[in-house]
């Protein structure tokens, strides 16, 4: 498992999330949630690296090759 | 910070002001009567005048080259192939990230590229570059499944370019209804303060119906059903939108705007097979290829040749410089002379009956103030986009009456639209000017942040 860091965030902050986290499914904490938050935040900075992946990219070139844009 | 009215941007992409303004075509009674009361701007599109990077010029405020992004594809120097932009190629801050930090909540819709997804204070739903609905293409990424719920799955995007018209024009009207949903849905259950929408079914109507409706095609044909398509879309579109506007509140500022224009294509010109007659191409002895062949890298003879292009909606020149290529033969100290020599060679070009055409080839640091990114040699406009530039190889003439790409009788115009509708009566009702696609978005904030 991976090394965990303590994070502090506001109570109101954090009851918000709980709250959401409770009634919106999809996340089994409010720790999921934010970590799943900050990485796609962090992903967005991070460039080429983190754009997609080889056969999503031929996908799409072949759609845009079929559009007439290549 | 509060922002007292709202804004609701429609795009309409490839839409030129002969229709929007000047009347051409049926179906747009209600947003023609918004036009009528708007401030008006000729669209100027930028360098090059595609989609890609059109759109986030204008939400950027930041030139292709600024941006780095010349149109969906690149190439790495050295690199026969090429790499597809998408969201995460778009590192300047744009309008809707601007607002988001000011506190107002924006809601992004079809924004070409933004897939993948970035977070945004408030929503995003991700346009036609997205590989399919089963990735990741909401902001929050909770929305997609309540989207899907609440409407139907999300449709990207057709394939337009079939002879198979009739269901070119079903999948049309499915793409845009689906859109049309789901933004009904986004704009009256949501949050928001500024809404911005591209619609791309707009681009491809055009594209794969032009010839069908506009009489000044030179391949113009009247159709008992293609003929109707694109008003049909016209009045799809207007009918829902006044729907829409009904149900936002009455102060609501209105954006009515496009990413380029759109014309009748005359032909398309086959770029390579030119570059070879001319000599700076040289294709292997024994290569043979069927009409449409797109040109493969061990195709050519690299120790002979000079430049290669691309085909699209405009063509890119590279020029097989020694250093940075892999088997370059122009040298560095004769890359100038070699690049103004094919432009010169290139603006010489004629129809095909001997007819002067307007050639432009451009470097890259002749339009934008920084060059960021991978930027061709050369950006070459065949008379003046009548002519769409063909990369394909195997034709028995240079000159082709239709695409190489399969049916389209469009290419992309300079001039698009730009429409502010202010129901305060702020702004002046009337055609103010010319506006470059750039300068849309200063425009956009003054409007958007100074009014409470």
């Given amino acids: 498992m991976a090394e965990k860091v303590c994070v502090e965030i506001s109570k109101e902050l954090y009851e918000k999330a709980k709250k959401f986290v409770e009634e919106q499914g999809g996340f089994g904490s409010v720790e999921e949630l934010v970590e799943f938050l900050l990485e796609e935040a962090l992903a967005a900075e991070g460039g080429e690296e983190h754009s997609m992946s080889k056969e999503d990219e031929e996908k799409v070139k072949e759609r845009l090759r079929a559009l007439g844009y290549i | ?452």
């Fill in chain 2, 1 to 452: 910070m509060e922002l007292a009215r709202r804004v609701f941007f429609l795009g309409l992409d490839s839409m030129p002001p002969k229709v929007l303004y000047e009347g051409m075509g049926e179906g747009f009674d209600y947003l023609r009567g918004i036009v009528e009361e708007s401030q008006r701007f000729l669209m100027r599109t930028c360098h090059p005048p595609i989609t890609v990077p059109a759109w986030m010029v204008m939400f950027t405020g930041k030139t292709p080259g600024e941006l780095g992004i010349y149109g969906f594809r690149h190439r790495r120097p050295g690199e026969f192939g090429y790499y597809i932009v998408n969201s995460r190629f778009i590192r300047a801050e744009t309008l809707w990230d601007k607002a988001g930090r000011d506190g107002l909540r924006v809601g992004v819709y079809g924004v070409p590229p933004t897939y993948p997804p970035k977070p945004v204070h408030g929503f995003m739903v991700t346009d036609f570059t997205t590989p399919g609905p089963e990735k990741p293409y909401t902001f929050p990424p909770w929305l997609r499944r309540e989207l899907e719920q609440a409407t139907e799955p999300t449709i990207f995007d057709i394939l337009y370019r079939s002879s198979d018209k009739d269901k070119v024009a079903r999948e049309l009207f499915r793409m845009l209804s689906n859109h049309q949903r789901q933004v009904e849905y986004l704009a009256t259950r949501k949050q928001w303060d500024l809404f911005l929408y591209v619609e791309i079914a707009v681009d491809r109507a055009h594209h794969a119906f032009w010839k069908y409706f506009d009489h000044g095609h030179p391949r113009y044909e009247q159709h008992p059903r293609y003929s109707s398509v694109i008003p049909e879309l016209y009045r799809r579109i207007d009918e829902w939108f006044e729907k829409l506007h009904r149900r936002l509140p009455r102060d609501t500022v209105i954006v009515i705007a496009s990413d380029h224009g759109i014309k009748p294509m005359k032909g398309a010109f086959v770029m390579n097979q030119w570059l070879a007659e001319q000599g700076y191409l040289k294709l292997k002895p024994g290569v043979e290829a069927k009409p449409g062949t797109d040109l493969r890298e061990d195709m050519i003879d690299w120790d002979s040749t000079v430049a290669w292009a691309w085909g699209g909606y405009y063509s890119r020149v590279f020029i097989n410089l020694k250093g940075r290529e892999k088997r370059g033969i122009v040298e560095p100290k004769y890359y100038e002379e070699t690049v103004n020599q094919l432009r010169r060679d290139i603006e010489r070009i004629r129809g095909p009956s001997g007819e002067g055409w307007v050639n432009k080839a451009y470097r890259p640091q002749e339009l934008y103030p920084e060059v960021k990114g991978d930027p061709p040699d050369l950006m070459v406009y065949l008379d003046d986009l009548n002519w769409r530039p063909a990369g394909t190889i195997g034709w028995p003439t240079l000159y082709l009456s239709e695409n190489d790409r399969g049916p389209d009788d469009a290419v992309h115009d300079w001039i698009g639209v730009y429409a502010v509708y202010d129901p305060e009566g702020t702004l002046s009702k009337s055609d103010v000017g010319v506006m470059d696609i750039h300068r849309i978005r200063r425009h956009l904030e003054e409007i958007i942040f100074s009014r409470r």
